[in-house]
């Protein structure tokens, strides 16, 4: 329990003792002993809309996500489905609608992880079209197919790993891969998006040695029993999401029933809108 809540929590001994944690909206910082009125009023004002936004977002969110229906009209075509259990919803091109969501709905782990890491993210690879405004996505994991990797040798890879995972919370057959490297997740798709999982269902797992589970230039073997898995909230004291998000192209694989998708073009608006959102 413990574990689950002070996962992202900063280690002292390694000088983090000065890390930034997250408050709630709307908190006003007792470190700011003087202020400008006509700067807090406009962050009132930004503050009241994006609570507003939460309401309405969540609201339409829950309505889209039992009746199937998109959240934005776009020609006709803006839910997408290759099969009975994967979907996409799209958001508005602003991020407005997206940091409500975040706010409201985003895994609270993972929040504090970016936060406390200096907002690095995890990002998956998508088409162009896919990536042409935020989304809520969910899709079936595929790392046990074979033409995810165009490998036989990878599909098994991750079989083996599948049943070594068997008794934890989340394992390749209901996992995703992210990477904290935006221009090794183009290699995916063309274009890069960050992921915010959705939910409470939600967990993280990564290597505590090496960077991606799987790649061609390094074929792992099939014995994956010598491979250290860090399961978030489980191997606590060992490297923490904070620390696997300040990695440089580290793989994470994370679980989630849908999850936020923002265009990395949006990003740096995404990122400022956050930081503005919470008191840090």
């Known amino acids: 329990f413990l574990c689950l809540l002070n996962g992202a929590n900063a280690y002292s001994s390694n000088g983090r003792n000065n890390r930034r944690s ?21 962050s009132n004002q930004r503050r009241n809309v994006l609570a507003s936004l939460t309401i309405a977002t969540s609201a339409a969110v829950a309505t889209a996500l039992s009746s199937k229906v998109p959240l934005m009209a776009d020609s006709g075509d803006s839910i997408k489905s ?11 091109s602003s991020v407005d609608e997206a940091i409500a969501l975040i706010e409201s709905s985003c895994d609270r782990r993972f929040l504090h992880g970016v936060v406390a890491s200096d907002y690095r993210l995890m990002y998956r690879g998508m088409t162009a079209e896919e990536a042409r405004a935020p989304s809520i996505r969910s899709e079936p994991s595929d790392l046990l197919l074979p033409s995810t990797y165009d490998s036989l040798d990878a599909a098994n890879f991750f079989a083996s790993l599948d049943k070594r ?59 994956v029993k010598s491979l250290k898995v860090i399961v978030d909230g489980i191997d606590c004291g ?41 008191i840090i």
């Not at 470190?31 to 006509?38: E, G, I, Q, W």
């Not at 989340?170 to 490297?181: C, E, K, M, R, Y």
């Not at 696997?244 to 936020?260: H, P, Q, T, W, Y």
């Open 22 to 42: 997250l408050k709630p909206m709307g908190v006003v910082s007792e470190r700011s002993p003087t202020f400008d009125s006509s700067s807090l009023s406009e």
């Open 165 to 223: 995972m068997e008794n934890q919370p989340i394992q390749p057959s209901n996992g995703h891969l992210a990477t904290t490297d935006p221009e090794a997740a183009k290699s995916w798709g063309g274009e890069a998006v960050s992921i915010w999982p959705l939910g409470e269902n939600v967990h993280f797992a990564w290597l505590e040695e090496g960077e991606e589970f799987w790649s061609k230039q390094q074929q792992r073997s099939l014995d």
């Open 238 to 278: 060992r490297m923490s999401l904070e620390d696997a998000l300040e990695s440089n192209n580290k793989e994470i694989m994370f679980r989630a029933d849908r999850f936020l998708a923002v265009p990395t073009g949006l990003e740096k608006q995404l990122v400022q809108g956050l930081r503005d959102a919470f």
């Open 82 to 92: 290759s099969s009975s259990t994967s979907s996409t919803m799209w958001l508005s």
